[in-house]
């Protein structure tokens, strides 16, 4: 054999070690693709699934990246995030959509009937509150000490409250809204319950704190919190062509609210989300059947 062939055999064979793993005859691990999420229970259940599925349907390592959701958004649309999985539209997250949508990929509708509120225990009166109108009442606003729960600043759901305030002029009655993390303003809901204590927070649907405690919303006769919300996948630009395959199935990644809540609650009394979200996938092959690329 020529100096040359040999030269040229040395070549081929160094290069195959490498594309096996430097010879060990496995496959070099694919890329993780990032996923932007929030520590809220709804986007923490599609995610889970989401990321349970790419990674054993599809072997689509995965690595689940915890921001805000206005960094997500950015992080999306500079492309140092592949996907989020919780864009609220048209009403919620519409000033992030706005600064953002030109430089992202709406990859499409995960699902429906999405909606945000302030909703109270139900053993409120409803005959003394049934609508964010009536926290303006001297003796409402003394029972519920004036405060408002909310959760993170900056959120699409503290961005309505504040409209809401304005809406209602709950300020110049008395009112602060307080800004909490999505924990601390369950556990404000956690401390009064027993003691048939009067709250009011900010909430949204699918969430399972309706499973674990009877609430109600409160009418919005001003429609500051809007309507019916959609939840979107939104990918960066290059998501498609470096990810074919997970684009294809968050393309076709869809749930009900009934999914979400389930899966939710389940991770709520376990806690713990990835177990819940392999529960849900293994119980719902046809569902799972629909999403993966054909």
Request: proline letters at 4%.
């Amino acid at each position: 054999m020529s100096t040359s062939s040999i030269k040229s055999c040395i070549a081929t064979l160094t290069f195959s070690a490498v594309a096996l793993g430097a010879g060990t005859g496995t496959a070099v691990a694919a890329e993780p693709m990032k996923i932007g999420y929030t520590n809220w229970a709804d986007v923490m259940a599609v995610v889970h699934v989401a990321k349970y599925v790419l990674e054993t349907k599809l072997k689509q390592p995965v690595q689940l990246v915890n921001a805000d959701i206005g960094i997500q958004y950015q992080g999306v649309a500079r492309g140092s995030l592949e996907v989020m999985m919780g864009g609220w539209l048209p009403v919620t997250h519409a000033t992030y959509y706005e600064k953002y949508k030109s430089e992202m990929d709406d990859v499409g509708v995960l699902y429906t009937g999405g909606k945000n509120g302030w909703a109270v225990p139900a053993y409120v009166p409803e005959s003394e509150v049934s609508s964010i109108a009536d926290l303006a009442k001297p003796e409402v606003k003394a029972k519920f000490n004036g405060t408002v729960q909310g959760i993170e600043p900056g959120s699409g759901v503290m961005r309505a409250a504040e409209a809401t305030m304005k809406a209602y002029d709950l300020g110049a009655a008395g009112y602060k809204l307080q800004s909490a993390s999505e924990a601390g303003m369950l556990a404000t809901i956690s401390r009064a319950y027993p003691q048939k204590q009067w709250v009011v927070a900010t909430v949204w649907s699918p969430h399972w704190l309706f499973q674990k405690w009877n609430m109600r919303y409160l009418k919005d006769p001003k429609g500051s919190q809007g309507g019916e919300e959609q939840i979107h996948a939104f990918g960066s630009k290059q998501f498609a062509s470096k990810f074919p395959q997970a684009y294809a199935f968050v393309k076709n990644f869809k749930l009900d609210l009934a999914d979400v809540e389930s899966i939710e609650a389940e991770g709520y009394s376990t806690n713990n989300y990835e177990a819940a979200a392999k529960k849900f996938v293994d119980n719902h092959p046809e569902k799972v059947k629909a999403w993966l690329p054909q």
